[in-house]
C-alpha cells in the first residue's frame, strides 16, 4: 500500500516527538535522582559535593528548557530573525559552567574533558550570554554523544584578528564526511538516527548555527587533521 504524504508527515512527527522525548530524559533523570535524595533525608546542606549535587540538578532542568527552547525558537525563527543581546560577557565563565554539568554526563560514558584557553582571554567581550551558552550546550552534548569510550573531548577558546573561536572536537566511529553536510538540517538527522549512525535529530545544532548568525558570527564543523569531528563556532570579538 502506497504511503500518502500525509502519512509520512504524521510519521516524521511522531519519531520526532519520540526523539525529543529520549533528549529530555538525561536532564530529568538528573533532577529525580536529587529528589530521592532529600527524600530520603540523604541531603545535606552543609555538604560541599551535595552542594555541587544541587548546582548540577538546577542547571540540569535549565538544559531542559533550553531543549524546549531550541524547538521554540527554530520555529520562531522561521518566521522572523533571532535577535542577540550583546553585553560584556567572559567567555572563560560560560565555557567553564557548559563544562561543570557536562563532565557528570561524559564520566558516565567514560569521557574526559580537556579545556584550554588563550592567555588573551582575559575580560569580557561583548557576546550574547543567553544564546551562546545554549550554543556551548549544544556543542557539548553533541561531542559526548559520538564520542567512544575512554576518549577525549578537546575544547580550546581563543581569539584571533578581531574574533573569538571556540573548538569542540571530539573522535567518532558515527559520522562520515557526507553527513557534515546535514548536521545543521533540522530533522534531517532523523536519517542518520534511523541507520544508528547518530542520536540526534538536528535542532540543537540548527538553533546553534542560527544563534550563531544573530551576533554576526558563524558556526561550522569538518575533520580536523587529528581525524576529529570539529565544531567551530567564530564570533567577532568586539560584538557588532
Not at 531542559?64 to 520555529?75: N, Q, T, V, Y
Not at 558516565?108 to 584550554?116: A, C, E, R, V, Y
Not at 544508528?196 to 548555527?209: D, N, P, S
Amino acid at each position: 500500500m502506497e504511503i500518502t504524504k500525509n502519512e509520512k508527515v504524521e510519521d516524521l512527527k511522531l519519531e520526532f516527538a519520540a526523539l525529543l522525548i529520549h533528549d529530555l530524559e538525561t536532564p530529568l533523570a538528573v533532577a529525580k535522582q536529587f529528589i530521592k535524595r532529600v527524600k530520603e533525608n540523604r541531603f545535606d546542606n552543609d555538604n560541599p559535593d551535595h552542594q555541587e549535587l544541587l548546582y548540577i540538578t538546577e542547571d540540569a532542568m535549565n538544559m531542559a528548557g533550553r531543549i524546549l527552547h531550541d524547538l521554540m525558537d527554530i520555529a520562531k525563527s522561521e518566521r522572523e530573525e533571532l535577535t542577540a543581546n550583546l553585553a560584556p560577557t567572559s567567555p572563560i565563565t560560560l565555557v567553564e559552567r557548559g563544562i561543570r554539568i557536562a563532565k557528570v554526563y561524559a564520566n558516565q560514558m567514560g569521557l574526559s574533558i580537556d579545556f584550554t584557553a588563550g592567555e588573551n582571554l582575559t575580560g569580557p567581550v561583548n557576546i550574547d550570554e543567553h544564546l551562546t551558552r545554549r550554543i556551548i550546550d549544544n556543542l557539548l552534548t553533541n561531542a559526548i554523544r559520538h564520542s567512544p569510550e575512554d576518549e577525549t573531548i578537546n575544547i580550546r577558546l581563543y581569539e584571533r584578528e578581531g574574533f573569538l573561536y571556540l573548538s569542540v572536537a571530539n573522535k567518532t566511529n558515527e559520522l562520515k564526511q557526507e553527513d557534515l553536510l546535514h548536521l545543521f538540517e533540522p530533522f534531517k538527522q532523523i536519517r542518520l538516527r534511523k541507520e544508528k549512525r547518530f542520536r540526534g535529530f538536528g535542532l540543537g545544532l540548527t538553533f546553534a548555527q542560527k544563534a550563531a548568525k544573530a551576533q554576526n558570527g558563524e558556526l561550522s564543523v569538518s575533520f580536523n587533521q587529528s581525524e576529529e569531528v570539529e565544531f567551530v563556532l567564530k564570533l567577532p570579538f568586539k560584538g557588532r
